[in-house]
């Protein structure tokens, strides 16, 4: 393994650190007996990967409380591999969805996911190529059933989202289009992080994929109604094009952002959608090993909360922000708590088809 400094983006120059330099190789005027270097470098080696999963730690807890939090429920080896998984996410999704790759534009967002598609080789190869990947290298040691596809396909969707790129939409005429651009950016998440949540017994990875993924896809149309005015303040609109037809909305409308009666039956419509993934998600809980469990209802409520706070809000997704508080995400705890008790006592894969 041959290290280089660690930086933020991936192929960017910026925000090198160089206390995060790796050198696991000893000094030449060492002179010790070669099984003590031996030791000494292991000894380096698995503080390195100590210090890169608290980083990862670190990262995903200035990212997202609300996994953060979520992960607090997991063994160390569950957690920690999440943790490398979380950041190598938030890493892509930087590459295109941050100041800095607005400020250096759309050609080099593509490069750079270029080059970040040939380390996710690499660390698949057993090499990575900073601390951080190190982190998910060793996750992907621990858990030999995480699969590479699911890393691609990410970047793929990341591509979606870079102008001028071949795989670019601008707009998605279809919820079947939109479909492909969810289960990329998030539906992926879903199926990377599977293999370390685990099953419970009786229950296969490949039973629990179909609501691993829904879980993914109710995430991201749930940011996508959140934020459709932040969206169109950058020229993009996520929601179906046909969807927007049928209920009388154009797309000036949007860009304008006036909400209508045509509007709020448009994000009624969507809302319901996003309310069809949750409920498929729901009947993978019992799926999950026990440990994996409250940490997912308690995501799917959160998230899902955001739904009822866009309809709170008057359906004003342009002016006001729908969250969840730090206050009424611990409140939803015992209520996650219950819904597994309620999954455990049904047939996985039976939906109920209320709403909680
Ligand atoms: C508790 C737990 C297991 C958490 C997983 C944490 C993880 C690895 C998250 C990665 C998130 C990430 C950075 C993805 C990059 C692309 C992206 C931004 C996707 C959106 C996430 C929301 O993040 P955020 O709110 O920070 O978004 P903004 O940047 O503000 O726009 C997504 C919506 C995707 C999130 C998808 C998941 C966490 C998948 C959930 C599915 C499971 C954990 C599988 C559960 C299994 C069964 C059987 C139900």
Request: charged letters at 20%.
């Given at each position: 393994?041959?290290?280089?400094?660690?930086?933020?983006?991936?192929?960017?120059?910026?925000?090198?650190?160089?206390?995060?330099?790796?050198?696991?190789?000893?000094?030449?005027?060492?002179?010790?007996?070669?099984?003590?270097?031996?030791?000494?470098?292991?000894l380096r080696y698995e503080k390195e990967l100590r210090d890169a999963y608290r980083r990862c730690g670190e990262i995903t807890k200035i990212f997202s409380k609300?996994?953060?939090?979520?992960?607090?429920?997991?063994?160390?080896?569950k957690k920690t591999a999440v943790w490398a998984i979380y950041v190598w996410c938030r890493r892509t999704d930087d590459i295109v969805d941050s100041p800095l790759a607005t400020m250096l534009g759309a050609e080099r967002m593509a490069e750079d996911l270029e080059k970040w598609e040939a380390r996710l080789d690499k660390i698949w190869q057993g090499e990575p190529t900073d601390s951080l990947d190190l982190a998910l290298a060793d996750a992907k040691r621990r858990y030999p059933e995480l699969n590479i596809v699911p890393y691609k396909d990410m970047i793929k969707g990341m591509l979606m989202d870079t102008p001028g790129h071949e795989f670019y939409q601008s707009r998605y005429n279809t919820w079947e289009d939109l479909e492909v651009y969810c289960y990329r950016v998030?539906?992926?998440?879903?199926?990377?992080?599977?293999?370390?949540?685990?099953?419970?017994n009786g229950y296969t990875l490949e039973e629990a994929?179909?609501?691993?993924?829904?879980?993914?896809?109710?995430?991201?149309?749930?940011?996508?109604?959140?934020?459709?005015?932040?969206?169109?303040l950058r020229g993009r609109i996520y929601l179906p094009l046909d969807d927007l037809h049928k209920f009388g909305v154009s797309e000036q409308q949007i860009f304008d952002g006036i909400v209508d009666q045509n509007y709020v039956n448009l994000l009624n419509y969507e809302i319901e959608r996003a309310k069809h993934y949750y409920e498929k998600a729901r009947t993978g809980i019992?799926?999950?090993?026990?440990?994996?469990?409250?940490?997912?209802?308690?995501?799917?409520?959160?998230?899902?909360?955001?739904?009822?706070?866009?309809?709170?809000?008057?359906?004003?997704?342009?002016r006001k922000r729908a969250y969840v508080s730090k206050i009424d995400k611990f409140l939803m705890l015992p209520a996650a708590y219950l819904d597994i008790l309620a999954e455990s006592d049904r047939p996985a894969g039976e939906s109920r088809h209320e709403h909680y």
């Open positions: 393994w041959t290290p280089v400094q660690e930086s933020w983006s991936c192929g960017a120059s910026v925000r090198r650190r160089p206390s995060f330099r790796l050198s696991i190789a000893s000094s030449p005027d060492e002179q010790i007996a070669p099984q003590q270097d031996e030791r000494r470098r292991s609300t996994f953060y939090f979520g992960t607090t429920f997991f063994s160390e080896a998030a539906g992926t998440v879903g199926l990377m992080t599977l293999p370390v949540l685990g099953t419970s994929r179909e609501p691993a993924l829904a879980l993914g896809i109710a995430f991201q149309i749930t940011n996508i109604l959140r934020d459709v005015g932040e969206d169109a019992p799926m999950l090993a026990p440990e994996a469990r409250l940490a997912v209802a308690s995501s799917l409520r959160v998230y899902k909360a955001i739904l009822d706070k866009i309809v709170e809000n008057e359906y004003d997704n342009f």
